[in-house]
């Protein structure tokens, strides 16, 4: 089992890192501008980013797992109309958000902690973004789709296209063309566009089990509702995650101007500890992402003992993981901070007290991924 679950996590954890390398790569080139104002504006999208990112995993941790359930009762076609009912809600999802995002991102950033200096970056990042709403929604909505049928290995080549495209495109944008955060958020919608494209090239072709067809996209509630229910504790996880995200952004932008590091500092600092919390995050994920499909398949097949060893597997892993990031995350929190910003004293003390304090528990983090990770699973 501790061979089965390692070898769909390997290709399913770069994936996620690969993932993260989007916006840390954006952070990364955006700190080497003048200023810290760019790299602000980039933090206070996180949020939407990270809310849009939620109703893409609502779709696809919803469903897969039903998938997975299915394909190990031998149920192959009604797995296929899963399977299409969250392409068709995520394309729903996609097109409603891009819409609401556009018509109100003025009063959204202002309200997420924007101010009149950090709002001009955080505009033009974020109109330009959420423009690929729906590339970000079928790139990581269907990915899981791919990871279920158990191409993990194709499933990190989905992601490391875009990484690649992103990391590429990046300094060209943003320096060459001197787009600053525009060039920034073009080349991630770029990026995100082509792991779109190639998820459905893969998912509409001849070597999946599960094959995505015109007529499975036909919406029918039980289906829709079932895959809600699985998808809503992702969900409503990711937003509660992005709703402290707002209230510290604005408690740090009204309070840190009075403090020693100064607001702007501090909600750089808070934006790029984030950024790196992700990449420890993201291990997790590519953990409880390897469990859900193997016991999703025995759970469906009736191999009960197999989902009990999984589970204890998959925690044991992911504590090891969690000792390790703590680790880290005490010993080198200002040489990570100096991956971002190196010029600025002010800007690396606060990293490093922000990485200690927030990250002091982290070493229990592993343990709380593994059994949130093993219902879903099993539906």
């Known amino acids: 089992?501790?061979?089965?679950?390692?070898?769909?996590?390997?290709?399913?954890?770069?994936?996620?890192?690969?993932?993260?390398?989007?916006?840390?790569?954006?952070?990364?080139?955006?700190?080497?501008?003048?200023?810290?104002?760019?790299?602000?504006?980039?933090?206070?999208?996180?949020?939407?980013?990270?809310?849009?990112?939620?109703?893409?995993?609502?779709?696809?941790?919803?469903?897969?797992?039903?998938?997975?359930?299915?394909?190990?009762?031998?149920?192959?076609?009604?797995?296929?109309?899963?399977?299409?009912?969250?392409?068709?809600?995520?394309?729903?999802?996609?097109?409603?958000?891009?819409?609401?995002?556009?018509?109100?991102?003025?009063?959204?950033?202002?309200?997420?902690?924007?101010?009149?200096?950090?709002?001009?970056?955080?505009?033009?990042?974020?109109?330009?973004?959420?423009?690929?709403?729906?590339?970000?929604?079928?790139?990581?909505?269907?990915?899981?789709?791919?990871?279920?049928?158990?191409?993990?290995?194709?499933?990190?080549?989905?992601?490391?296209?875009?990484?690649?495209?992103?990391?590429?495109?990046?300094?060209?944008?943003?320096?060459?063309?001197?787009?600053?955060?525009?060039?920034?958020?073009?080349?991630?919608?770029?990026?995100?566009?082509?792991?779109a494209v190639w998820v459905l090239c893969f998912l509409t072709g001849r070597r999946v089990i599960l094959r995505l067809r015109p007529a499975a996209l036909r919406l029918r509630w039980a289906r829709v509702r079932r895959i809600l229910a699985l998808g809503v504790p992702s969900l409503l996880t990711q937003i509660l995650t992005a709703l402290v995200q707002i209230t510290l952004n604005n408690l740090l932008r009204v309070h840190g101007a009075a403090s020693v590091y100064g607001s702007d500092i501090a909600l750089s600092v808070y934006g790029m500890m984030m950024k790196v919390y992700q990449i420890a995050h993201s291990m997790f994920v590519g953990v409880s992402s390897a469990v859900q499909p193997i016991n999703g398949y025995n759970f469906g097949a009736k191999h009960f003992l197999?989902?009990?060893?999984?589970?204890?597997?998959?925690?044991?892993?992911a504590l090891v993981i969690s000792g390790v990031w703590f680790l880290v995350f005490q010993l080198f929190p200002r040489q990570i901070g100096m991956l971002f910003v190196s010029d600025s004293p002010l800007y690396l003390d606060c990293a490093q007290h922000c990485f200690r304090l927030y990250m002091a528990a982290f070493f229990l983090y592993g343990l709380h991924l593994a059994t949130a990770s093993f219902f879903p699973g099993i539906g």
């Open 1 to 195: 089992m501790a061979r089965n679950i390692v070898h769909m996590a390997l290709p399913m954890t770069v994936a996620q890192l690969i993932n993260i390398l989007y916006n840390v790569v954006d952070r990364m080139y955006l700190g080497r501008l003048p200023g810290h104002l760019a790299l602000t504006g980039l933090g206070l999208c996180l949020p939407i980013i990270s809310i849009l990112m939620a109703f893409a995993n609502l779709c696809g941790m919803g469903g897969a797992p039903l998938c997975s359930i299915h394909r190990g009762r031998g149920e192959n076609e009604e797995a296929e109309r899963i399977m299409g009912n969250s392409f068709a809600l995520l394309l729903l999802f996609g097109a409603g958000l891009t819409v609401l995002c556009l018509a109100f991102r003025r009063p959204i950033l202002y309200l997420f902690g924007a101010s009149d200096v950090t709002f001009p970056y955080a505009n033009d990042y974020l109109t330009i973004y959420v423009l690929g709403t729906v590339f970000v929604m079928i790139g990581l909505g269907m990915n899981p789709f791919i990871n279920s049928q158990g191409f993990s290995g194709m499933g990190m080549l989905t992601v490391a296209l875009g990484a690649v495209v992103n990391i590429v495109l990046d300094p060209i944008f943003i320096f060459l063309l001197g787009m600053g955060v525009r060039g920034a958020a073009l080349a991630t919608v770029i990026s995100q566009a082509c792991s």
């Open 306 to 317: 197999r989902v009990r060893q999984t589970f204890r597997t998959a925690a044991a892993i």
